[in-house]
Nanobody
Framework: QVQLVESGGGLVQAGGSLRLTCSASGRRFSISTMGWYRQARGEQRELVAD???????NYADSVKGRFTISRDNAKNTVYLQMNSLKPDDTAVYYC???????????????WGQGTQVTVSS
């Protein structure tokens, strides 16, 4: 099993910045892709950004140029730096990780508990 713990959400004014952190813990696992998703009230969960273990990144069009995803493989931690925040960015942000777990060598998808980001106008 892999546990994901997020931190860094909160309330910020439009134009401000926040940094989200997600750390993975568990026994005998190897994470491939890590990412951030978000779900606004009444909306479906959507991909914000993800990053492979090799550092390849992918962003939703709505956040390109404003958000930056990065990771520290040694710490099994992924970050999301969010700049120039807009009220439309208000949502619960969820960390996501695909991991190979030993001894089964199965690949599983894990989710964090979510952290609220609220951007006021």
């Amino acid at each position: 099993q892999v546990q994901l713990v997020e931190s860094g959400g909160g309330l910020v004014q439009a134009g401000g910045s926040l940094r989200l952190t997600c750390s993975a813990s568990g026994r005998r696992f190897s994470i491939s892709t890590m990412g951030w998703y978000r779900q606004a009230r009444g909306e479906q969960r959507e991909l914000v950004a993800d990053i492979t273990s090799g550092g390849l990144t992918n962003y939703a069009d709505s956040v390109k140029g404003r958000f930056t995803i990065s990771r520290d493989n040694a710490k099994n931690t992924v970050y999301l730096q969010m700049n120039s925040l807009k009220p439309d960015d208000t949502a619960v942000y969820y960390c996501n990780a695909d991991a190979v777990v030993l001894p089964s060598w199965g690949t599983y998808t894990y989710w964090g508990q979510g952290t609220q980001v609220t951007v006021s106008s």
